[in-house]
């Protein structure tokens, strides 16, 4: 295998160049955060709408496809990563041949697609909720029939928010069911009655160094992430077994950098691991203000090769996602006057232009002496802003 420069050694600011695949609100702070330790930062956009341009160093903004924009990329960035899984593994794998690549493009292909990721988890022994792999309608029948209850069928690939999901009650006709969904290969999984959903963010350093952040608590509001609470409440030994199994997963990936593990928790107290983000995540956005390291800053560490920071929380915290219904118009923002009346609450936009559906616009941390009452102030502004957009 090529031995790429510095693969083993520390690329110290301000002599790297952090290449980011993806220009979406995860490359923004990704690249705040790098400016912050003086670290330069090239955007590779892939010719999407790019939050992250307003705040690169350089921007790229063509197809992942387009192969002077591949050359241009690994010309200039010393080290690279990404802001979103759903890239072309062929992308990847070219990236990796030119310019060191972390997480390894292994890693982002298995949880970019929901049946590589399932084989992984079931290969590796942790523990998951019971799957079937479907390409028919036969197939699907098949596995309708073994589970005999509820269930939900997703998309093998490009699936997030919801998005590519079909719940099923276990009575349905799986040839009509099959017929219209817009998908050759998809995953049926057991409908889990959990508890509470929760996640937890994991660093692993390029010696193999891991931390691992205090779990937070999901709440979600149409498929999306509405609020996350942390710490979780939930038993010590909980937040510890998550933390362990975060831990098998980064260990078996191999993984560099930053990766997001949501689980269900059962009403008996174990865990299932849902999904892996191999990146930063929506639900560690409360680290920016919540925690000795973020997990922005937490990611280029690990890339760049330098010793990870301390994930300590330093105060509870809920973070809110402002999403596009917030706006009483595309491009009318929220009366953000009463957050700012909080002396405990920290705003976050991401730069986007107009408000359509439920986009992710930005997010607040609400700081607090406990999280239950964070998370009362957190809900009363979002009320408020509901109400004035309707």
């Not at 992942?64 to 010309?75: E, N, S, Y």
């Not at 596995?143 to 928010?161: H, I, Q, R, S």
């Not at 937040?239 to 269900?264: K, Q």
Request: glycine share 6%.
């Amino acid at each position: 295998m090529q031995q790429h420069l510095h693969e083993s050694i520390p690329l110290h600011p301000p002599h790297c160049v952090v290449g980011v695949i993806g220009g979406g609100q995860l490359g923004r702070m990704l690249a705040l955060a790098a400016r912050r330790m003086g670290v330069r930062t090239v955007i590779w956009t892939g010719g999407l709408e790019a939050p992250a341009v307003e705040v690169a160093d350089e921007v790229i903004d063509l197809p992942f496809d387009d192969p002077a924009a591949l050359d241009r990329f690994c010309a200039t960035a010393t080290v690279a990563t990404v802001e979103f899984e759903n890239i072309p593994r062929e992308t990847l794998e070219a990236v990796a041949a030119k310019t060191p690549l972390h997480p390894s493009p292994s890693a982002i292909s298995i949880c970019q697609n929901r049946e590589r990721e399932k084989e992984f988890l079931r290969q590796n022994d942790i523990p998951h909720t019971w799957f079937a792999v479907i390409s028919s309608a036969e197939d699907l029948a098949a596995a309708m029939a073994e589970l005999n209850g509820p269930a939900v069928l997703k998309t093998a690939a490009f699936g997030y928010d919801g998005k590519g999901q079909l719940k099923l009650e276990g009575n349905e006709n799986p040839t009509e069911i099959w017929e219209t969904f817009e998908s050759d290969r998809a995953v049926l999984e057991a409908w889990v009655p959990f508890e509470r959903e929760l996640s937890i963010m994991a660093a692993r350093s390029s010696d193999g160094t891991i931390v691992t952040y205090d779990p937070a608590e999901n709440r979600h509001r149409h498929h999306i992430l509405d609020v996350s609470i942390v710490p979780a409440r939930v038993s010590l030994s909980v937040s510890i077994e998550a933390a362990e199994i975060a831990r098998r997963i980064a260990e078996a990936l191999d993984y560099r950098g930053i990766l997001g593990v949501e689980f269900f928790l059962n009403h008996d107290g174990t865990l299932l691991v849902n999904e892996i983000a191999p990146r930063p995540h929506n639900s560690g956005h409360h680290t920016l203000d919540a925690c000795a390291t973020s997990q922005f800053e937490q990611q280029l560490r690990a890339v760049i090769g330098l010793p990870l920071g301390s994930p300590r929380l330093l105060s509870p915290v809920v973070m809110l996602n402002l999403l596009g219904d917030f706006w009483p118009a595309e491009t009318t923002p929220p009366n953000w006057l009463p957050l700012f009346e909080d002396e405990e609450a920290f705003l976050h936009l991401y730069g986007k232009r107009r408000a359509i559906g439920r986009r992710k616009m930005g997010h607040a941390n609400f700081l607090g002496a406990d999280a239950d009452e964070a998370l009362s102030r957190a809900e009363g502004l979002k009320l408020l802003w509901l109400d004035a957009a309707k």
